[in-house]
T-cell receptor, first 110, second 115 residues
Framework: DAKTTQPTSMDCAEGRAANLPCNHS???????VYWYRQIHSQGPQYIIH???NNETNEMASLIITEDRKSSTLILPHATLRDTAVYYC???????????FGTGTRLQVTL | DAGITQSPRYKITETGRQVTLMCHQT?????MFWYRQDLGHGLRLIYY???????DKGEVPDGYVVSRSKTENFPLTLESATRSQTSVYFC??????????????FGPGTRLTVL
């Protein structure tokens, strides 16, 4: 699986968009970008995934660059409940397992 | 209750004792996983199972034993607990990947302290 690089931490004001970057410069053509988040003391939760097209669901949007070497998870209107560690994971579509890095700790403040 | 549950939620044990952490899911998911998460770190895969009676090692399997006699249960046993196994343990499950949809569903975790 390709390695990912994420900032250790980020802050965002409540109501603003939170843009969480992820670099995956060694991603291969059959690897997807997945995002999970882990709210304090809970198990991780799936957010979204994509291959090369931008994706949107009720939780977030995923923007993947044309060369697929980086992506951005966007929480359009961050709330205090979005404070969590966000994990960017690159994995093939049929992979049996996921590899979690250390993620980005997002702190949403008033 | 529907979903994935873990028991106990908290456990304190002593070095050298055997400890079993339980994981139960009600979805009949074929895949199940055990992760550990140490303070300030991401999750690391211990063992996983693709179906009943099929298990495979993850990143950090040493000191752990798993079994999967029933689809819904995936117990994790520490045969002789060590202090380095103090951690939070998460169980997860999912269906076989379909169209690259690879969502794992996680349990609430078990906080294990080995004295």
């Amino acid at each position: 699986d390709a390695k990912t690089t994420q900032p250790t931490s980020m802050d965002c004001a409540e109501g603003r968009a939170a843009n969480l970057p992820c670099n995956h410069s060694t991603i291969s053509g059959n690897e997807y970008v997945y995002w999970y988040r882990q709210i304090h003391s809970q198990g991780p939760q799936y957010i979204i995934h994509g291959l090369k097209n931008n994706e949107t669901n009720e939780m977030a949007s995923l923007i993947i660059t044309e060369d697929r070497k980086s992506s951005t998870l966007i929480l359009p209107h961050a709330t205090l409940r979005d404070t969590a560690v966000y994990y960017c994971i690159v994995v093939t579509g049929t992979a049996s397992k996921l590899t979690f890095g250390t993620g980005t700790r997002l702190q949403v403040t008033l | 209750d529907a979903g994935i549950t873990q028991s106990p939620r908290y456990k304190i044990t002593e070095t050298g004792r055997q400890v079993t952490l339980m994981c139960h899911q009600t979805w009949s998911h074929s895949y199940m996983f055990w992760y550990r998460q140490d303070l300030g770190h991401g999750l690391r895969l211990i063992y996983y199972s693709a179906a009943a009676d099929i298990t495979d090692k993850g990143e950090v399997p040493d000191g752990y034993v798993v079994s999967r006699s029933k689809t819904e249960n995936f117990p994790l046993t520490l045969e002789s607990a060590t202090r380095s196994q103090t951690s939070v343990y998460f169980c997860a499950s999912r269906e076989p990947v379909s169209g690259a949809y690879n969502e794992q569903f996680f349990g609430p975790g078990t906080r294990l302290t080995v004295l």
